[in-house]
């Protein structure tokens, strides 16, 4: 599972997945409550009164909140408040903290409020199901349906035909492979492999690969034997949802590079040396500068001509980039070796220094050539 830290960052996919599916969701958690819902009828999901709800209580990125409201067959309306704690740890005030929000959403949507709660922990003697306290005669009492996700069995969960047991199958072998990177792998394709076999839309597919992708992390090198997988398996079946999403995602990202972020000395040095020999470029007629004297290192020259300052910012760049990535692609080289613009060169330039990868720098320059 992955860190409080790790979630922060990524949100928590379980987010994604209930409301866009709540009918699949009760159908597979909740059956016998599923069949009492009128699904033909639009749901709505009551985020503002959750948010007043959970104000000022205890909120983690673990625990999922989700406030929906529905209407039954028999025509009333009905509130389904659902909880779901993958933390993982037994938490001692856990129901008294449900019995609190259970009666502050009772104060505006009366008796049609349900409450449900699913665990994802593994801990076989923490399973909470009811709060009550009571003195001097008085008695107050509060049981609330709960699942565990780790009681479900596989044989079952490879039968259904439900996509939530593909997330349950994750989570439990999750749980199972936390010190096997290996066997996680094996765990990952094979439930990957089910997603598809699950013949969901494109939008669907993909959702269910987020939680998939979350909550089975993998270190670098199996995560790039994985990615290998996916692309290969997608090229054979001629569906390339996950390819092409991460494909789109990167190039999102490069587009919204804003502000550098800060660059290794090294990097540092050679943007600053290649940012000087643009302004020679604008000056060369001019008496060099003091600024210009900078790249006499690099340039072996005191005043640099349009084809020199050209040839110093591709080795600028081919430098960069043998710097950060290692093994450049002649291929790309040769790509940047025929540009003749010195400001798109110092332009990918500052892309090489700052891209996250060698593919989303490969992404900008396909823009450029």
């Known amino acids: ?15 994604d997945i209930i409301a866009p599916h709540f009918e699949q969701f009760m159908l597979f958690f909740y059956p016998e409550i599923h069949k009492r819902i009128d699904f033909s009828r639009e749901q709505e999901i009551l985020e503002d009164d959750l948010q007043t709800v959970l104000k000022g209580t205890e909120t983690d990125p673990l625990m999922i909140d989700k406030l929906i409201k529905v209407w039954l067959t028999n025509g009333k309306m009905a509130v389904f408040y659902t909880h779901i704690d993958t933390r ?11 019995f609190i929000r259970n009666y502050r959403l009772f104060d505006i949507f009366g008796p049609g409020l349900v409450s449900l709660v699913l665990l994802g922990d593994d801990l076989e003697d ?17 049981r609330f ?5 780790v009681d479900y069995d596989e044989e079952e969960l490879e039968k259904s035909e439900n996509p939530f047991s593909i997330v349950v199958r994750a989570h439990i072998k999750a749980l199972e492979t936390t010190r096997s990177s290996q066997k996680r792998l094996t765990s990952k394709k094979d439930l990957f492999k089910a997603l598809y076999e699950a013949k969901l839309d494109k939008d669907d597919t993909i959702n269910f690969y987020r939680f998939l992708d979350w909550v089975m992390p993998l270190p670098k090198g199996f995560g790039q034997q994985f990615y ?3 692309a290969q398996y997608e090229e054979k079946n001629n569906m390339y949802y996950i390819t092409r999403a991460k494909k789109r995602v990167k190039v999102e990202k490069a587009a919204k590079v804003t502000k550098e972020p800060k660059a290794t000395k090294k990097e540092a040095k050679v943007i600053k040396e290649a940012k000087v020999t643009k302004e020679a470029k604008v000056t060369k007629e001019a008496k060099v500068t003091k600024e210009a004297k900078a790249t006499k290192e690099v340039t072996n020259q005191d005043s640099v001509d349009e084809q020199g300052a050209l040839r110093q910012l591709r080795k600028s760049l081919t430098d960069v980039l043998r710097a950060r990535f290692k093994r450049i692609p002649r291929t ?12 798109v060169l110092s332009e990918l330039l500052t892309q090489a220094a700052i891209l996250e990868s060698l593919d989303l720098f490969k992404e900008v320059l396909k823009k450029k050539v």
Do not use: H
């Open 332 to 343: 790309v080289t040769q790509q940047f070796q025929a540009i003749d613009d010195a400001t």
């Open 228 to 230: 290998s997988f996916v």
């Open 1 to 15: 599972m992955p860190t409080k830290e790790a979630v922060t960052k990524v949100d928590n996919p379980w987010n």
């Open 126 to 142: 923490w399973r909470p199901k009811s709060y009550s306290y009571g003195l001097a005669g008085f008695t107050m009492f509060c």
């Open 88 to 98: 993982g740890k037994k938490d001692k005030e856990f129901a008294k903290r449900l």
């Open 145 to 149: 349906p709960m699942l565990k996700l």
